[in-house]
Antibody, heavy 121, light 112 residues
C-alpha cells in the first residue's frame, strides 16, 4: 500500500521560496508520475505540476515561471519549489501519485494528507 | 474561474439518487479528453472516485458512476448515504494556452 507524506515549513515569508518534500513509502518512486496540487483556504483544487524519474516534467502555465518539481530516487522522495511567493500562495499543498496514459489522460489515485503553508511576514 | 463548471451545491435525502454536472468546452471535454472525479470529505485529502469517464478504482462502491457526452460529464450517486456528504471535483485536460490539467470548481453535496 503506497503512502505519501508531505513535509516542509508551515510559514514562508513573502518573496522567499516555498520548499516541500513528499516521501513515498510502500512502493518505488521510479514508476508512475508524481504531482503537486494545492487548495487555498475555502477554495478548490489547483494542479501545480508533475514529474517523472526520467526527468519528464509538466507545469501549470500560470505557475511555470516560479515552479520546480524534482525527484530524488535515492531517497524515494520528490520535491516542490515555488519561488517569489505572495499571500496568494497560501494553501494546503498535496502530493499525489499520478497515472499518465497519454499526453492528456492523467489522473491521481493516491494522495498525501496535505500540509498547510502560510505566506506571511 | 475554472474552465470546468460545476454547480456550487446539490442536496438529496438518504436513499435518493443525485447527479453532479461538470460542463466544459471544445478545448477540454468537447475535444474528447477524459474526465476524472474526486471526493473530498471534510478536512481530508481528495480520493479518486472515477477515472477515464466511467471507471471505478477498486474499493469505490458501485453506487458511484460517471458518464460523459459532448462538452459535459456527470457523476451519479445512488442510494445516498450520510457519509457521502463531501465536496466533489471533476478533472480533465484543457488544450487551451499551453495545455494542462484542470479541476472544476467543486460541488458541495449535502445529505438532508
Amino acid at each position: 500500500q503506497v503512502q505519501l507524506q508531505e513535509s516542509g515549513p508551515g510559514l514562508v515569508k513573502p518573496s522567499e521560496t516555498l520548499s516541500l518534500t513528499c516521501s513515498v513509502s510502500g512502493g518505488s518512486i521510479s514508476v508512475y508520475y508524481w504531482s503537486w496540487i494545492r487548495q487555498p483556504p475555502g477554495k478548490g483544487l489547483e494542479w501545480i505540476g508533475y514529474t517523472h524519474y526520467s526527468g519528464n516534467t509538466n507545469y501549470n502555465p500560470s505557475l511555470e515561471s516560479r515552479v520546480t518539481i524534482s525527484v530524488d530516487t535515492s531517497k524515494n522522495q520528490f520535491s516542490l519549489k515555488l519561488s517569489s511567493v505572495t499571500a496568494a500562495d497560501t494553501a494546503v499543498y498535496y502530493c499525489a501519485r499520478g497515472h499518465l496514459r497519454n499526453y492528456s489522460f492523467y489522473y491521481m489515485d493516491v494522495w498525501g494528507k496535505g500540509t498547510t503553508v502560510t505566506v506571511s511576514s | 474561474q475554472s474552465v470546468l463548471t460545476q454547480p456550487p451545491s446539490v442536496s438529496g435525502a438518504p436513499g435518493q439518487r443525485v447527479t453532479i454536472s461538470c460542463t466544459g468546452s471544445s478545448s477540454n471535454l468537447g475535444a474528447g479528453f477524459h474526465v476524472h472525479w474526486y471526493q473530498q470529505l471534510p478536512g481530508a485529502a481528495p480520493i479518486l472516485l472515477i477515472y477515464g469517464n466511467n471507471n471505478r478504482p477498486s474499493g469505490v462502491p458501485d453506487r458511484f458512476s460517471g458518464s460523459k457526452s459532448g462538452t459535459s460529464a456527470s457523476l451519479a450517486i445512488t442510494g445516498l448515504q450520510a457519509e457521502d456528504e463531501a465536496d466533489y471535483y471533476c478533472q480533465s485536460y484543457d488544450s487551451g494556452l499551453s495545455g494542462f490539467w484542470v479541476f472544476g470548481g467543486g460541488t458541495k453535496l449535502t445529505v438532508l
